[in-house]
C-alpha cells in the first residue's frame, strides 16, 4: 500500500478550515495530523499570544509544547464552535517523566496556530 507523506507544499495548499480539518467526522485522521506534524517540522505554525501568555502562566516550557505536537498522541477533534471550543485538533503529551501531561490545541485561520496550552 502506497502512503503519501504531506510536504510544505501541501500545507501552503490549504486555503480554508474545512482543507485543514475533516469536520464531518468527530475522529482525528491520519492526514490531518501528518499535515498538522509537517506544518510543526517547517515552522508553519504560529503561536498565539493567548498560547504564550498559558505557557508563561504555567510555566511550560515552549519546547514542549512542540514536541507535544510532534510526538504525542493526537487525543481528539473539536469540530463545533458553537461550544465555545476553538475548532482543531488536540494533543496530548506522551512523556510519563513530565510532572503534568501537556494539551495543545492546534487550529487553523489562514494558516496554522496553537490555539491554547495547558495542563492536565
Do not use: C
Not at 507544499?9 to 490549504?14: F, N, S
Not at 498522541?73 to 458553537?82: G, I, P
Amino acid at each position: 500500500m502506497l502512503v503519501l507523506v504531506p510536504t510544505r507544499e501541501d500545507v501552503l495548499a490549504i486555503r480554508s478550515i474545512e482543507e485543514a480539518f475533516d469536520l464531518s467526522t468527530p475522529r482525528v485522521t491520519k492526514r490531518e495530523v501528518a499535515l498538522v506534524r509537517v506544518a510543526a517540522a517547517e515552522g508553519l505554525i504560529r503561536l498565539t499570544s493567548h498560547a504564550d501568555d498559558a505557557l508563561d502562566d504555567e510555566a511550560i516550557a515552549e519546547e514542549l509544547v512542540w514536541e507535544t505536537i510532534q510526538r504525542g498522541k493526537a487525543s481528539s477533534k473539536d469540530r463545533d464552535e458553537r461550544f465555545g471550543r476553538q475548532i482543531g485538533l488536540n494533543f496530548e503529551s506522551s512523556e510519563r517523566s513530565l510532572r503534568d501531561r501537556l494539551r495543545v490545541k492546534v487550529s487553523w485561520g489562514l494558516g496554522y496556530f496553537i490555539a491554547t496550552v495547558h495542563t492536565l
